[in-house]
């Protein structure tokens, strides 16, 4: 069973960096992708970035394309979402998510196309 473990979220004021973690365990994930989703309050849970495991391919939303980076560390099985020039419209939970390898990439930019989801971390930017 995958499991997905998310650290790193916290509060921070605006044009500060972060980067999210995300560990992964349960199964080999070389036929998987990983991605990250935020909700914000009152909103519903959106997609933000996805990559392939194995080659490396990555998905962004376009609003947050330049901002974030996806990455993963294969050795450790974790991937990353570094957060860079941070706005408060950036505050949410976010979560990370796995599944098997679409055939579509557009399939990763909708949430019921992800299986598996960790409990998520709070991120806060302040003004």
């Known amino acids: 069973q995958v499991q997905l473990v998310e650290s790193g979220g916290g509060l921070v004021q605006a044009g500060d960096s972060l980067r999210l973690s995300c560990a992964a365990s349960?199964?080999?994930?070389?036929?998987?992708?990983m991605g990250w989703f935020r909700q914000a309050p009152g909103k519903e849970r959106s997609f933000v970035a996805a990559i392939v495991w194995i080659s490396g391919n990555t998905y962004y939303t376009d609003s947050l394309k330049g901002r974030f980076t996806i990455a993963r560390d294969r050795a450790k099985n974790t991937v990353y979402l570094q957060m860079n020039s941070l706005e408060p419209e950036d505050t949410a939970v976010y979560y990370c998510a796995a599944t098997p390898v679409k055939y579509y990439s557009t399939s990763y930019y909708y949430e019921a196309s992800w299986n598996d989801w960790g409990q998520g971390t709070q991120v806060t930017v302040s003004s």
């Open positions: 349960g199964r080999t994930f070389n036929n998987y992708a």
